[in-house]
């Protein structure tokens, strides 16, 4: 019976990882392309957004006014995913350290990036050094969070 129990369970694991890495698509933001996205961003490009999670609850805060976020695809192909509180953003940097951020709580000055990295512990937050960025990848997590009364992009 415990054979059973750990075969279902691995295999269940199985199949959830199979789903969940092929439901998000990644994409890939330029080091020099982010910059220039970025470039003279401050508080006079923010809007008050609120959004509503999975179990209902509602926050407000600031984040950029951001509809669509140019990136490219696996085949260099450029694509502009719309912005939502879902979006994750994965900075790779020189010493292969990963930081997922989500797009809509990060900031980004001319040397740091800094960013939220959960959104139910909102003082979770850590800053990393645009120089030591090697790759951005960017995708929606598929999270149930969504803009309330926001107009879509």
Do not use: W
């Amino acid at each position: 019976m415990v054979h059973v129990n750990r075969l279902f369970t691995f295999v269940a694991f199985l199949a959830f990882l199979a789903f969940g890495l092929s439901a998000c698509t990644t994409y890939f933001i330029p080091v020099d392309s982010f910059r220039q996205q970025f470039a003279g961003m401050d508080s006079s490009h923010l809007r008050t957004v609120t959004t509503r999670g999975p179990l209902g609850n509602r926050v407000t805060y600031q984040a950029y006014d951001i509809d669509f976020i140019k990136c490219v695809d696996d085949k260099g192909n450029d694509f502009e995913l719309p912005n939502s509180p879902s979006i994750e953003i994965r900075f790779t940097d020189s010493n292969n350290r990963r930081t997922i951020f989500y797009f809509d709580l990060m900031r980004v000055n001319d040397s740091t990036v800094n960013g939220g990295l959960s959104r139910t512990l909102f003082g979770l937050r850590k800053t990393i050094s645009l120089d030591k960025i090697r790759k951005i990848e960017v995708q929606d997590g598929r999270k149930n969070f969504h803009y309330v009364n926001q107009p879509a992009p």
